[in-house]
């Protein structure tokens, strides 16, 4: 290994010759460099040279970090088979830890470890350079604020965020700060956008923006033998409605005639000959506890009210005052982790309308989110346009697990969904004063609280 190595002499090192796609995100990055772009570009082995160069500054702390071992291991493999080909492996200045996923270059003193998002809290603690995200379009909602962004602020660290678009979720968040718009609030963030095949108007495939890894012939054959989000989303590298998306409804069941003035807590009169179902979603640790409540007469959400931090002695009065409030309405509750059955048992002994027999189970959530899917799709509720609200549907996804199950949400930031979910769970097809059997209806007279 030459005594010194700059970057250029590093490229010809290990071969490395950027594409022209690779050149453009090199030349441009900025602190917070968002790479939103099609498979086979290229990417990840950008991301390893990255990683490589951090190597040779003095005692940089480096991590590569993907949502699972299997994703973060594509940056890390690349990285280790340079060292292994062009490094003298373990008797040139690199260490390698394979247990740990740890490699030191003796000479600078510089790290490199091997992450994955599976477990937020070994994301803590660690003052750093540079973090490489893989896949950063699979990885939960709230690792970047929560674990990674702070992990940068003692060094003035930089990231390369780097995934193939995967629905409207944080990460396509993260690329729209670091467009011309978004970067006028967002000055540190840059982002980067490219296809893998090049079409013309007409769709028709005329070239390639990486030929050492897909040639046009090939990207013909995936075109015709791919569903056509997939396509647009991992070989146009194109953001898509839909893709891996849930909720493709959203926007026609959105009613700009509602006015909100609070974001957070909003209630309409109730009509006192009106039947009413509250939803709840019940806040565990840094989450927000969520009520929606819903007109079953019309199907439109009347109320919707969100906090986090607050006892649950206030919780349970919020919850209480609401039903009794829109004439008893019955109340269906994910009360699941922190004590949650016994809450439901409390308010049921106070005297709240509360449903005691529905239990929330991961075979229960799959059901509440498929009817809402269907009530939305069919434009059979409206709601107001509440930030909170529209950016966690849009954000909800779907994808399916190494086993082949069906994996919906995440764990961070679906309180509204779950809610607006748990309050259309015993809708009917269609609004009760469309029925012409609903005025049939017993409406039931409120019962007497202590």
């Known amino acids: 290994m030459p005594k010194e190595v700059n970057f250029a002499a590093l490229k010809e090192i290990i071969h490395f010759t950027p594409t022209d796609v690779q050149k453009q995100i090199l030349k441009g990055m900025g602190r917070f460099t968002v790479v939103a772009s099609a498979k086979r570009l290229g990417k990840t082995m950008l991301a390893a040279y990255l ?13 590569v970090l993907g949502p699972n071992y299997e994703l973060a291991s594509r940056v890390w493999d690349y990285i280790e088979e340079w060292i292994d080909m062009y490094f003298g492996g373990e008797q040139g200045p690199f260490r390698i830890n394979k247990h740990d996923k740890i490699i030191e270059n003796n000479t600078t003193g510089a790290k490199l470890w091997m992450k994955t998002s599976e477990n937020p809290t070994s994301l803590l603690g660690k003052g750093l350079d540079l973090v490489v995200m893989d896949e950063a379009a699979r990885i939960e909602e709230g690792i970047w604020e929560g674990y990674i962004q702070p992990n940068l602020l003692d060094k003035n660290g930089r990231a390369l965020i780097i995934s193939n678009p995967f629905g409207f979720n944080w990460f396509y968040r993260m690329y729209l700060r670091g467009t ?61 409605e839909g893709a891996g998306q849930m909720f493709k409804h959203i926007e ?6 509602i006015q909100v003035p609070d974001p957070n807590e909003w209630f309409e009169n109730p009509v006192s000959t009106h039947l009413y179902s509250i939803g ?12 929606c409540i819903i007109d079953k007469m019309t199907h439109r959400l ?26 008893d309405a019955e109340i269906i509750l994910d009360a699941t982790g922190n004590a949650g059955d016994i809450f439901v048992e409390n308010l049921a002994e106070i005297g709240v ?3 005691t027999e529905f239990v929330y189970t991961n075979r ?44 919906y949400g995440s764990s961070r930031q679906d309180d509204a969904v779950n809610a607006l979910a748990l309050a259309c769970w015993n ?24």
């Open 252 to 257: 026609p069941c959105i009613d700009e005639n």
């Open 280 to 291: 709840v979603d019940i806040a565990k640790m840094e989450d927000f506890t969520v009520i």
């Open 427 to 450: 809708l009917l097809d269609i609004p009760l004063e469309d029925s012409v059997t609903y005025n049939n209806l017993f409406i039931p007279k409120r019962k007497s609280f202590n």
């Open 302 to 327: 009347v109320g919707f009210w969100r906090v986090n931090n607050v006892s649950w002695d206030l919780m349970r009065e919020k919850i209480k005052e609401s039903s009794i409030r829109y004439n």
């Open 180 to 240: 011309p718009e978004g970067r006028l609030e967002n000055p540190e963030y840059i982002s980067f956008s490219f296809p893998t095949a090049v079409e013309d108007d007409a769709g028709n495939i005329i070239g390639t923006n990486n030929p050492y890894a897909a040639r046009v012939e090939e990207l013909q054959a995936l075109k015709k033998s791919l569903p056509r989000d997939r396509w647009i989303s991992e070989y146009l590298g194109a953001f898509r």
């Open 51 to 63: 990683a490589l160069r951090e190597m040779f500054m003095p005692r940089h702390m480096v991590w």
């Open 353 to 355: 309308n509360v449903d």
């Open 364 to 407: 229960t959530k799959m059901l509440l989110i498929d009817k809402l899917v269907l009530l939305m799709e069919r434009g059979q509720i409206r709601f107001p346009r509440i930030p909170s609200l529209v950016n966690e549907l849009k954000s909800f996804t779907y994808h399916i697990t190494d086993s082949g199950n069906v994996k």
